[in-house]
């Protein structure tokens, strides 16, 4: 079976991204609420599901799967997302608004990880 190259781009995006809680951890650890325990496990684990999704999105036996991983895995950060929008340490910079489209944007990434569901 081969698999639509816009599924591919998708698994590009989380396995660059998993990579990249490796690469510069410190952004991804301050996003993490102060009420989570533990910031740097947490970094690696999502970090490293980001990675393995990604690479099992590629996988036809698995990619269903993967894709249900990825929406358990957004609502999982969701909470790191708010705290973003609200603290302007973990804002990483950026302007308010663009993280309070940062947001919406979770659902819409949803959509597009159901689409292979």
Same mark, same amino acid.
């Given at each position: 079976?081969?698999? =639509?190259?816009? !599924?591919?781009?998708?698994? *590009?995006i989380?396995?660059? *991204?998993?990579?990249?809680?490796?690469?510069? #951890? $410190?952004?991804?650890?301050?996003?993490? #609420?102060?009420?989570?325990?533990?910031? $740097?496990?947490?970094?690696i /684990?999502?970090?490293?599901?980001?990675?393995?999704?990604? @690479?099992? &999105?590629? @996988?036809?036996?698995?990619?269903?799967?993967?894709?249900?991983? @990825?929406?358990?895995?957004?609502?999982?950060?969701?909470? *790191?997302?708010?705290?973003?929008? %609200?603290?302007?340490?973990?804002?990483?910079? &950026?302007?308010?608004?663009?993280? &309070?489209?940062? !947001? =919406?944007?979770?659902? /819409? !990434?949803?959509?597009?990880?159901? /689409?292979y %569901?």
């Amino acid at each position: 079976m081969t698999l =639509p190259w816009h !599924l591919y781009l998708m698994a *590009a995006i989380y396995i660059l *991204a998993g990579l990249n809680h490796f690469r510069v #951890p $410190k952004i991804y650890t301050r996003m993490i #609420p102060p009420s989570f325990p533990n910031p $740097k496990a947490l970094n690696i /684990l999502s970090g490293l599901a980001e990675f393995l999704l990604g @690479i099992a &999105l590629c @996988i036809p036996a698995v990619s269903t799967y993967a894709a249900w991983g @990825i929406i358990v895995l957004l609502v999982a950060v969701f909470p *790191a997302n708010v705290f973003m929008y %609200t603290n302007d340490r973990a804002g990483m910079g &950026l302007p308010k608004w663009v993280r &309070l489209v940062r !947001l =919406p944007l979770q659902i /819409l !990434l949803i959509l597009w990880a159901y /689409l292979y %569901t």
